[in-house]
């Protein structure tokens, strides 16, 4: 960045005021002891005083105003020991103190009379440990009764001996002697319960087994014969020719089709107006005329047949579910009852179904 010097050195014309300087500091050296110093105020010292006029309440005092020289205070500090140290020599010639003590004076002593004592007469006294001691005292006499009292009454005493009237003579007993019987435990049952089960679930499963083996030589028979059937089902055959109603084609009495020029604004508002008019008169003057049509005519007949053999299917599921119901009812009434422990002939289950067995294996 440059900086132009004219800037700084102008007096206001580029933006930048001019500032005048203060003048320099004049140090001054600070004046630590004066010539002349603040007035003082009298310090009162107390004069010598006697004694006797101390006891006045509002006496005068004199007082003894020092004046101090303009010193310092470590010169004065020094000049007021040295006059300390002058006043402590003894002068030959001087007196020690020009104050005198007063004589001391001598106590008056006063006779009384002889006061004789009276005699001391003791009084009895209540002291609170008393008073706890007497109560003490009366709770544990009362204790010790009821201790008394409690070991008297658990104290064992023994009963007299009875006095029995006859001699005890043992009598007779009348029942009959025990006998020992032979036990029987649930275990025993159990296992010759379990034998018999066993042994009829062995038979039916001899039955079940001779069963499956004729179903299984059934359904070889059956599925040789199904195959058999199926082998001259798919010998190719020719499909015979089915019988359709015959088409007639009808010429069409419908006129044909005559274009028509587009009518805009209104203009085509007036031809609509004169069509419909004239579409009106004509439909009143003329009679009205309606021609059967050939092919609503087969539909008719189509749906009349197709209903008709819904009719014959729906009687022939009827009548097969009423012949199934029968033949269930018959064969009710047919099947043999077999208890467990009967001997059964396996001949009888030759022609009995899946179902049948299910039911009898159930028993």
């Known amino acids: 960045m440059v900086f132009y010097g004219g800037v700084f050195e102008s007096s206001g014309d580029l933006g930048v005021p001019k500032v005048s300087k203060l003048p320099l500091t004049v140090p001054k050296s600070p004046s630590f002891t004066k010539r002349r110093h603040a007035p003082l105020r009298p310090a009162v010292m107390p004069s ?7 006891n006045k309440p509002n006496a005068a005092r004199s007082t003894r105003i020092v004046q101090q020289g303009l010193i310092s205070s470590a010169e004065s500090a020094r000049r007021l020991s040295q006059e300390s140290l002058k006043r402590s020599v003894v002068r030959p010639g001087s007196t020690l103190s020009s104050q005198r003590a007063r004589p001391m004076t001598t106590p008056k002593v006063t006779k009384t009379a002889a006061v004789k004592p009276a005699v001391t007469v003791p009084r009895p006294f209540q002291l609170a440990t008393g008073a706890r001691a007497d109560k003490y005292q009366e709770q544990f006499r009362h204790k010790l009764d009821g201790w008394k009292r409690i070991e008297k ?24 002697l025990t006998h020992s019987v032979a036990l029987h435990l649930r275990t025993d049952q159990r296992a010759h319960e379990r034998e018999v089960y066993e042994k009829e679930r062995q038979r039916k499963e001899k ?10 030589r059934e359904d070889e028979l059956r599925e040789q014969q199904d195959v058999k059937e199926m082998r001259q089902r798919l010998v190719p055959h020719p499909t015979p020719i089915r019988d359709y109603p015959r088409i007639e084609i009808h010429k069409s009495t419908r006129q044909l089709t005559v274009p028509k020029s587009p009518v805009i604004g209104e203009k085509r508002k ?43 299917d729906a009687q022939e599921q009827q009548q097969q579910q009423q012949q199934q119901q029968q033949n269930h009812m018959q064969y009710q009434n047919k099947r043999p009852r077999v208890s467990v422990g ?12 899946r179902k049948s067995w299910l039911e009898f294996n159930d028993l």
């Not at 010598?48 to 101390?54: D, E, I, K, L, P």
Request: aromatic content about 4%; glycine content about 2%; cysteine-free.
């Open 207 to 216: 039955i079940l087994q001779d069963m499956l083996a004729e179903k299984a």
């Open 342 to 353: 009967t001997p059964v002939d396996p001949t009888i289950f030759v022609n009995m179904g």
């Open 48 to 54: 010598n005083v006697n004694s006797s006029s101390t």
């Open 153 to 176: 009454e658990n104290q064992f005493k023994a009963l007299p001996l009875p006095t029995y009237p006859d001699k005890f003579v043992p009598k007779k007993s009348t029942k009959p």
């Open 270 to 312: 007036r031809q609509l107006t004169l069509d419909r008019e004239l579409s009106r008169s004509a439909e009143e003057d003329r009679p009205l005329k309606i021609e059967e049509d050939p092919h609503r005519q087969r539909q008719d007949r189509v749906r009349a047949e197709i209903e008709e053999q819904r009719t014959k």
